[in-house]
């Protein structure tokens, strides 16, 4: 037997008011919220630890050299030892990816809205920017070096270089791939131009400019590292470069660890940015996923 909201009801249950069926539904979401909470950290860390379980008994069987695979216990012990130094040119390297990020945020998104407006300034800008694309920045790396020594600024630039074309693509699509209608509508409303794009069509192309930031963050980590490879006095690129040739393959993986956590911290920086700007859309995400579930 069923009650009018289609609730199964025992043989001598009563049937459930729509207070007690939205408070049961409001329960059961909270529930699915936390577990889908809880198990977006936890399958990962335990499919870490259990890379890392089977890395260490495996090195350890075989016995591998250290200098081809050393155990992760051998791993911590380099981040410990030389965590000063770790931390040193984590720093060094934190400056050159955020500089070459915000630089790539404040050319590239002038360039989409620029590609966006004029047509003519598309037609001969954006071909350029798309052809540029082909070369391969690490070609170019040393030419830089020439040009600008071998200081902070080429890093940037390589940084930059890499991590920009992503920003003014995503934006320049974000802001035209908006349904005619909406702004036919803001139009017949009275709404200017200008509160056109600030009310109707940024917010739009918010979600796609943020794909492109996403995606630039994590270029830049590499750019900034490329230039630390080719021309670096510091930086953990230049660091990875000095373990390399000394054969220390532990503190190579440490300064890959540290990359690594690096990239993904500014990663989740850029989601966080992108849940402030956008919570509408967060929270019509997170209903799809508890109604999925």
């Given at each position: 037997?069923?009650?009018?909201?289609?609730?199964?009801?025992?043989?001598?249950?009563?049937?459930?008011?729509?207070?007690?069926?939205?408070?049961?539904?409001?329960?059961?979401?909270?529930r699915?919220?936390?577990?889908?909470?809880?198990?977006?950290?936890?399958?990962?860390?335990?499919?870490?630890?259990?890379?890392i379980v089977?890395?260490?008994?495996g090195?350890?069987?075989?016995?591998?050299?250290?200098?081809l695979?050393?155990?992760?216990?051998?791993?911590?012990?380099?981040?410990?030892?030389?965590?000063?130094?770790?931390?040193?040119?984590?720093?060094?390297?934190?400056?050159?990816i955020l500089?070459?990020?915000?630089?790539?945020?404040?050319?590239?998104?002038?360039?989409?809205?620029?590609?966006f407006?004029?047509?003519?300034?598309?037609?001969?800008?954006?071909?350029?920017l798309?052809?540029?694309?082909?070369?391969?920045?690490?070609?170019?790396?040393?030419?830089?070096?020439?040009?600008?020594?071998?200081?902070?600024f080429?890093?940037?630039?390589?940084a930059?270089?890499?991590?920009?074309?992503?920003?003014?693509?995503?934006?320049?699509?974000?802001?035209?791939?908006?349904?005619?209608?909406?702004?036919?509508?803001?139009?017949?409303?009275?709404?200017?131009?200008s509160?056109?794009?600030?009310?109707?069509?940024?917010?739009?192309?918010?979600?796609?400019?943020?794909?492109g930031?996403?995606?630039?963050?994590?270029?830049?980590?590499?750019?900034?590292?490329?230039?630390?490879?080719?021309?670096?006095?510091a930086?953990?690129?230049?660091?990875?470069?000095?373990?390399?040739?000394?054969?220390?393959?532990p503190?190579?993986?440490?300064?890959?660890?540290?990359?690594?956590?690096?990239?993904?911290?500014?990663?989740?920086?850029?989601?966080?940015?992108?849940?402030?700007?956008?919570?509408?859309?967060?929270?019509?995400?997170?209903a799809?996923?508890?109604?999925?579930?």
């Amino acid at each position: 037997m069923t009650d009018a909201t289609g609730i199964k009801l025992g043989a001598h249950e009563e049937p459930l008011s729509l207070d007690q069926v939205e408070a049961r539904e409001n329960a059961r979401r909270a529930r699915n919220k936390f577990y889908d909470r809880i198990s977006a950290v936890a399958y990962p860390i335990l499919t870490l630890i259990g890379v890392i379980v089977l890395w260490e008994a495996g090195v350890r069987f075989f016995d591998v050299p250290v200098f081809l695979a050393p155990p992760p216990s051998q791993v911590v012990g380099a981040i410990v030892q030389n965590a000063d130094l770790i931390i040193k040119n984590t720093g060094v390297t934190t400056v050159e990816i955020l500089l070459g990020y915000f630089a790539s945020i404040v050319i590239g998104v002038p360039l989409a809205l620029g590609i966006f407006m004029w047509p003519a300034f598309s037609r001969t800008v954006l071909p350029l920017l798309i052809s540029s694309q082909a070369i391969p920045k690490v070609a170019i790396a040393p030419l830089l070096l020439v040009w600008f020594g071998f200081g902070l600024f080429p890093k940037v630039l390589i940084a930059f270089l890499i991590a920009f074309f992503p920003v003014v693509i995503s934006t320049a699509v974000g802001l035209s791939s908006i349904e005619p209608e909406k702004i036919h509508l803001a139009r017949s409303m009275g709404l200017s131009a200008s509160a056109t794009f600030f009310k109707i069509r940024l917010p739009n192309a918010l979600p796609s400019i943020f794909a492109g930031l996403k995606i630039s963050i994590t270029l830049a980590v590499v750019g900034a590292v490329v230039g630390e490879f080719v021309g670096g006095e510091a930086g953990l690129g230049y660091m990875l470069i000095v373990a390399n040739g000394a054969m220390d393959t532990p503190l190579l993986f440490a300064g890959l660890i540290a990359l690594t956590i690096q990239g993904v911290a500014f990663y989740a920086l850029v989601e966080w940015a992108e849940y402030l700007a956008i919570p509408r859309r967060n929270s019509a995400a997170a209903a799809a996923i508890t109604v999925a579930g």
